[in-house]
């Protein structure tokens, strides 16, 4: 409620302006008038407009709601009232003029670092506003031409820091149509962790790297923008990039090697982890195995240590087979010297031993 009494309320100016309209045009005038200070631009239509709106317009001018129905979208009426509220919030008409313009900053400003439709309208119509220019009614085709004015743009840089050679490997990518093509390859994901799959990464690695992209080959551009270019060329066909013009090719290829080498380079990062943790935790289990099968754990320890301290005081002077063995034997002496060895150092040891075998 707080919204529409801040936006769609009539203030003095307001009244002055609706002077003495008549009354089948009054309401919509009163509507169209806030509309533009809320928005910056006309509607389209009636439709545009809320019904608590019209409502609480209506109270305010004293005319029906239902008056608004009839109110006329084309004509002398609707074209006077337009250029009145231009004038009175200092505005003025777009033009084939205003179109070539914002089209081209468009292309320089904000396609480097956007790519959503609503984002690119979006900043038309702050532009505009900033300008105090009315906007046009329809954007898709300013949107669209300033799309197509910046990839050619961008196109021609990528491919003059490319250079023949590169570009030269790119056009090879796209030319070779077989299943276990190098574009196929780079497009592919990981299989599951396993040395075959690191191998596996590591040459498509080496392959991406042969390519011999420049790190600063899409400078100026935001990430998503390259995004946007891998996203396409990676739902691309070898037939569809022979179709599309030589530079948008060029550049759509460059940017998923760009990316996909990137990507790869994470992936072996990730795979190596992933396979290292699976070969400690193999050595770890094994040497547990092992501990477990020689081990055999001595119980009445502390009664055992008492009868051989007890030995040792009372016959002293005679050899450990003759006195300490008859009191505990050899075999259970043997089992106390392995449970004791049988720490945590030995277990990290064993564990190192058995890592370093499978490496």
């Not at 309320?9 to 307001?14: A, C, Y």
């Not at 592919?188 to 040395?195: I, K």
């Amino acid at each position: 409620m707080t919204g529409l009494i801040e936006e769609w309320t009539l203030v003095g100016r307001d009244f002055d302006l609706l002077g003495r309209k008549p009354r089948s045009t009054r309401l919509g005038f009163a509507l169209l008038l806030k509309f533009f200070e809320n928005e910056a631009r006309f509607p389209s239509g009636a439709d545009e407009f809320d019904r608590a709106a019209v409502d609480y317009v209506s109270e305010q001018v004293d005319v029906e709601a239902q008056e608004f129905e009839a109110y006329a979208w084309t004509g002398r009426t609707i074209e006077r009232h337009r250029a009145e509220i231009r004038t009175v919030f200092g505005f003025r008409e777009f033009t084939r003029a205003d179109e070539t313009d914002l089209t081209a900053w468009l292309a320089a400003t904000v396609c480097p670092s956007e790519v959503r439709e609503s984002a690119l309208a979006e900043a038309v119509s702050g532009r505009c506003r900033q300008e105090r220019i009315e906007p046009p009614g329809r954007l898709n085709r300013m949107i669209g031409a300033a799309r197509a004015m910046f990839e050619q743009d961008f196109s021609a840089n990528v491919l003059s820091r490319l250079g023949p050679e590169r570009m030269a490997r790119l056009e090879a990518l796209a030319a070779d149509g077989t299943a276990g093509s190098l574009l196929t390859v780079l497009k592919a994901d990981p299989g599951p962790a396993g040395l075959e799959a690191l191998l596996t990464e590591v040459e498509k690695l080496s392959a991406a790297q042969a390519l011999g992209l420049p790190m600063g080959l899409f400078a100026g551009v935001s990430e998503k923008v390259v995004s946007a270019w891998r996203a396409r060329a990676g739902r691309m066909y070898p037939s569809d990039f022979q179709a599309t013009p030589e530079p948008v090719r060029l550049m759509l290829l460059a940017a998923l090697c760009h990316q996909r080498t990137a990507e790869i380079a994470d992936s072996l990062v990730d795979l190596l982890l992933v396979l290292v943790l699976k070969i400690n935790t193999s050595a770890v289990k094994k040497v547990e195995k092992e501990l477990t099968e020689d081990l055999q754990r001595v119980r009445g320890k502390t009664a055992l240590l008492f009868k051989l301290a007890e030995t040792a005081v009372t016959c002293p002077d005679e050899t450990v087979r003759d006195a300490v063995f008859p009191v505990v034997s050899e075999k259970t002496l043997r089992q106390l010297v392995q449970e004791a060895k049988a720490n945590e150092t030995v277990f990290q040891g064993k564990v190192r031993t058995v890592l370093r075998g499978c490496v």
